[in-house]
């Protein structure tokens, strides 16, 4: 299996955790990907104007380099750009008219992009694609006995046209972990929203909506937190500590990438972690249960 | 001066409307008020004007009210009222109209300068970068 | 030269005020064939009539053209005139210049323009008709209904009690339906089963019916009047003949599984009658349970039968009958709460949907009437309603109103807060319609005197927090998002065609819309009717709608059933496709496209004939005929070529 690797800025910067331990699963998995040669900001957060086309410029830069690739499948890690990139195809396949006016505004590509020839893929559908058995064979820490929560936030599930699985009731994270060996805990809030980019403006909305989403996984007998989205991951794991210092009540519970979670399963090398990135700091609990 | 509000057919079909219709490409016509957009929302206890009575206003009309609410500023994008409308109203659209109603007259909504220094240091792109995208034209 | 009458409406200003119609007289009275011309205000009035009537006498008319509004409304009206003077109603032809020009028109010049070529081209028609006599079919006298809930009953009993012999086929062991699983019924809070079971009873005794429980159709052949039908009796493995309904094998047999009479709260055994009053009080063993099927050992119910009634070895058996009339009841199935996994449908075992709380609360349901929720037992003290649950959702489950909810769930909180003094109902609803006698009465007082708190909005989710439901909503009248810990929440499903409808309607040759239920002629004037002719609609099948609306139905297609039965035999009409038996080559072409069977192949003289009846002069068969053998009688080419000629001139 051979597929383009798109990865986005925040996958190079603050979600190093996130890159890491899914390039080392990947590989461990027996795929290579390879990172797109050039590519640039995604646009993030998809514009949902219909008169503004300007705003896919960005998204559609990336995809005709991913085209240039000449493979048909562009894995994005981080679901900001899986939903940019994806939804960016929805709105522009069979429009002549519109990817016309987007050539006329992009001098240095060449390829023509028509919509329908690169396939955006995340990486819990790419790990369902090479198979829940073969994961369950790659895992080693087969009686950790973790309890899991999975977070799947909004950018995988919404809007209809680009989710991965049911908005209302999805399962692949908790098949995934299932095969992995773990104990999943479902909680009500696993697919509502985390106040995403308004902790810029307006950080109460996050606070509130990571209380209730932590509240809910701890309450839930959940040991962590294990989800895709960076913007998720600082709201949820950072916030937590903000949470605490006002009221000492509060329950933290570490946050995890799903693939950290699952490199450690497969007892790759723990290095690939930089748990200094963690604001929860999930080792404890990682020893406890013997994956570190 | 009278405390009603009042609604014209004039009102109903303004400009304002319609060009809110073209950004947005929604047809708020098909909404029968079922509140179910407030009721999932995640941010609606912040929002001065919710979902549903949103789109009641831009079917009446009164958008010149809705341009003045801080309710498409609070929206996060998270679309769950877009998946949870029957009627297949595309509210997080008419949202991001309303947003660019805003925009493309005033160039941008609030003060970047205004960002906590201390957040800022730590936040990720993406979080910066989606704030601005909805916030500045 | 046929002599041809035009007589054009001015249907007051309908026509007139786009139509010249002065000019129009002008211009045509001198076209070849008409030999007389008149306009006049209303034509279908009786004065207009009785215009068209002297005239046909006076001026020896052989057929008129009558320019007014569509067919299918006057055609008729003149048709019968003209007979009272003995033209031939087949040569009375109707120009549509109204619907088809005045209507949708505004320049007077083309307008007049177009009427003048419609009522040319009928003119070339009318010169080649011929006079045509109806084709006489005999009727037998016997329906077949299929379906044993109320709308069922209600119309089986109709008919045998009019003195005809009636088939009821039944899919369950008993009779009942739906309707004998309800609690009590709004708006009067009469028991169901109280004002079911007398009628049941009637039912299964009654002379003139027939009951055949635990069957379904299997096929059928023929036409109105003259239905030959296949009825499949599963097998009971139980001979009813020998069984008196004592009840020893149901006692004595050790295998319980979920009743599915009592929407799985209750037990039943694996040789069951789904509840105590089923009508034929007999019961059947289900093999798929039986432990005698699934290991080979057991027997118990053969051992203890005093009458030697259980028999292993039955099999399906088939009867072949021959009906008149066809009287579709198939009722409505609940849409699974598992599709709706927002409200925990399938996972939370205190999410139920309304049907299943009707068994909660029926006196003979499993507690007894008691209400307790299904996970412990326990009384629930909050419990919260939510109504259009699938329904009126295009965009995710149903467009359309489910049409009962409203007022059953009215009626459920209100049954509730009567059993439960200190609990406290509360139902989210998007409207609440409440159209019927009595109806909006009963709604007051549940809001007035039972204290049932309506929010008006939709719940957004539900889940499990300890043994609390918590429901998520907004009540859009006070603004407010609002959160109810419930106990128990009753979900009022969407209602759709019991299962199987497609393969039925598939099977009859009648048509379902794209919700599924059957479709009737015409919405408004032939509401008990399907498009094929003697197959008759009632019940939910058709369209959701409660036991009074039901019931009325289910008489008025009795009604409809008798109306064909008060008559000796049936007209055909005799506008059919048949074939010129010199120019046909036995090729078979039409046979392949006709979709009503109305043709076979003549092997001793090599030529393709067609059944008059069964013939509805689609005109597939004359498209298809290679030689032009196949002609529609009064639609035949030539006539169709002069037409269009008559359309394009000049």
């Not at chain 2, 789109?55 to 801080?70: A, C, H, P, Y």
């Not at chain 3, 009654?206 to 429980?213: F, K």
């Not at chain 3, 009846?613 to 597939?620: F, Q, S, T, V």
Request: aromatic content about 8%; hydrophobic content about 35%.
């Amino acid at each position: 299996m051979q597929l383009s690797y798109y990865p986005g800025c925040t996958l190079k910067t603050d979600a190093k955790n996130f890159e890491k331990s899914a390039l080392a699963v990947l590989e461990h998995l027996g795929v290579s990907v390879d990172e797109l040669a050039d590519w640039y900001c995604c646009g993030v957060c998809f514009s949902q104007t219909r008169d503004n086309l300007m705003q896919q410029i960005a998204p559609v830069r990336t995809l005709v380099k991913a085209k240039e690739s000449g493979n048909r499948q562009l894995l994005a890690l981080c679901t900001m750009c899986y939903n940019t990139l994806k939804r960016s195809i929805e709105f522009i396949k069979d429009d002549a008219e519109k990817m016309e006016t987007i050539h006329q505004f992009m001098d240095l590509e060449t390829t023509q992009f028509y919509g329908n020839e690169v396939d955006v893929v995340d990486i819990l559908t790419l790990i369902k694609q090479i198979g829940l058995e073969k994961l369950k064979n790659s895992i080693v820490k087969t009686d950790a006995g973790l309890k899991i929560a999975s977070y799947y936030g909004c950018m995988l599930l919404r809007p209809k046209e680009i989710a991965i699985d049911s908005p209302d009731d999805p399962v692949i994270m908790e098949e995934i972990l299932a095969s992995a060996g773990c104990e999943n805990v479902y909680f009500p809030f696993r697919t509502e929203c985390c106040g995403s980019y308004q902790i810029v403006n307006e950080p109460e909305i996050v606070k509130d909506r990571t209380r209730k989403i932590v509240g809910s996984a701890v309450k839930n007998g959940a040991d962590l937190m294990v989800m895709l989205c960076p913007l998720c991951y600082f709201n949820l794991d950072e916030i937590q500590q903000d949470i605490q210092k006002e009221d000492k009540s509060f329950q933290t519970i570490p946050v995890l990438y799903i693939t950290q979670l699952l490199a450690l399963l497969m007892g790759l090398k723990p290095d690939i972690h930089d748990f200094s990135l963690h604001s929860i700091d999930p080792r404890p609990v990682l020893k406890m249960k013997g994956l570190l | 001066m009278t405390k009603n509000k009042q609604i014209s057919s004039h009102r109903i079909s303004s400009e304002d409307v319609d060009q809110l219709k073209d950004i947005s490409g929604v047809n708020v016509y098909a909404c029968y008020q079922c509140g179910n957009c407030s009721s999932a929302c995640p941010a609606v206890e912040f929002m001065d004007i919710p979902p549903h009575q949103v789109i009641r206003m831009v079917q009446l009309g009164f958008i010149d009210e809705l341009v003045k609410s801080e309710t498409p500023w609070i929206c996060a994008a998270c679309i769950t009222c877009t998946v949870k409308c029957p009627r297949g109203v595309d509210i997080a659209r008419v949202m991001e109209g309303l947003r660019q109603l805003v925009l493309r007259s005033d160039f941008e909504h609030g003060n970047l300068c205004d960002i906590d220094e201390k957040l800022r240091k730590k936040l990720p792109q993406i979080a910066l970068i989606g704030n601005f995208r909805k916030t500045i034209l | 030269m046929k002599k041809i009458g035009v007589f054009v409406c001015h249907c007051g200003i309908n026509i007139a005020s786009t139509v010249d119609i002065p000019k129009l007289v002008e211009d045509l009275k001198n076209y070849p064939g008409v030999a007389y011309i008149q306009d006049y205000k209303y034509m279908c009035s009786d004065p207009g009539q009785t215009l068209v009537k002297e005239k046909i006498k006076s001026e020896k008319l052989d057929a008129i053209v009558v320019a007014a509004c569509s067919p299918t409304l006057h055609e008729n009206t003149f048709r019968m005139a003209v007979q009272t003077v003995d033209m031939n109603p087949y040569n009375c032809e109707i120009a549509n210049i109204r619907e088809q020009c005045s209507w949708v028109h505004k320049n007077i010049t083309e307008a007049t323009e177009k009427a003048k070529r419609i009522i040319k081209s009928v003119v070339e028609k009318a010169l080649l008709d011929e006079d045509l006599e109806p084709v006489k079919v005999p009727v037998t006298r016997k329906a077949l209904v299929l379906g044993g809930g109320i709308a069922g009953i209600q119309s089986a009993l109709s008919i045998a009690n009019s003195g005809y012999d009636v088939i009821l086929v039944e899919r369950q062991s008993s009779i009942g339906g739906r309707m004998a699983q309800l609690s009590e019924t709004f708006p009067t809070l009469d028991c169901s089963q109280c004002i079911l079971t007398p009628k049941m009873v009637d039912a299964g005794q009654h002379e003139n019916i027939r009951l055949m429980t635990y069957s379904e159709l299997e096929d059928i052949s023929g036409f109105v009047g003259n239905f030959k039908v296949k009825i499949k009796q599963k097998a009971k493995y139980v001979n009813w003949d020998k069984c008196t309904g004592c009840g020893l094998c149901i006692e004595k047999c050790p295998k319980k599984v979920p009743s599915e009479f009592d929407q799985g709260l209750g037990k039943r055994k694996a040789v069951y009658t789904p509840f105590p009053q089923a009508v034929p009080n007999k019961p059947v063993i289900d093999c798929e349970n039986c432990t005698y099927f699934k290991t080979g050992k057991c027997r118990l119910c053969e051992k203890v039968c005093p009458f030697d009634a259980i028999d292993f070895n039955e099999t399906e058996s088939f009867i072949e009958e021959e009906v008149g009339a066809i009287v579709v009841a198939t009722g409505y199935d609940v849409y699974p709460v598992l599709n709706m996994s927002e409200y925990g449908g399938g996972k939370i075992p205190d999410v139920i949907d309304g049907l299943t709380f009707e068994r909660i609360l029926s006196a003979s349901g499993p507690s007894g009437g008691e209400v307790r929720r299904p996970s412990d037992g326990k009384i629930p003290k909050e419990i919260v309603f939510i109504k259009c649950v699938g329904s009126r959702d295009p965009e995710n489950h149903y467009p359309y109103c489910s049409k009962i909810c409203c007022m059953y769930t009215t009626k459920h909180a209100m049954l509730y807060k009567h059993r439960v003094h200190d609990g406290q109902p509360y139902i989210f609803y998007m409207d609440v319609r409440a159209g019927g006698k009595g109806y909006e009465e009963f709604y007051q007082r549940a809001q007035e005197e039972d204290k049932v708190v309506f929010l008006r909005g939709k719940v957004s989710k539900v889940y499990q927090d300890d043994d609390k439901v918590v429901v998520c909503g907004i009540d859009t009248l006070s603004g407010s998002n609002v959160e109810i810990r419930a106990d128990l929440v009753v979900l009022a499903m969407a209602i759709r065609p019991s299962k199987g409808i497609e393969e039925l309607a598939q099977l009859l040759k009648i048509s379902i819309d794209q919700n599924g239920f059957l479709t009737e002629a015409h919405p408004k004037l032939r509401p008990v009717e399907s498009l094929s002719a003697g197959i008759y609609l009632a019940g939910c099948a058709q369209a959701p709608k409660d036991i009074p609306d039901t019931v009325a139905q289910a008489t008025a297609t009795a009604a409809m059933v008798l109306n064909l039965f008060s008559r000796e035999y049936l007209l055909h009409e005799p506008i059919i496709t048949g074939v010129d038996e010199e120019l046909c080559s036995g090729c078979g072409l039409c046979i392949a496209v006709c979709p009503y069977d109305a043709r076979k192949t003549n092997r001793e003289k090599g030529v393709v004939e067609v059944n008059e009846i069964l013939c509805e002069a689609c005109g597939a068969c004359a498209a298809a005929c290679p030689s032009g053998a196949a002609q529609q009688r009064n639609f035949t080419d030539t006539q169709f070529s002069n037409m269009v000629k008559a359309i394009l001139a000049e």
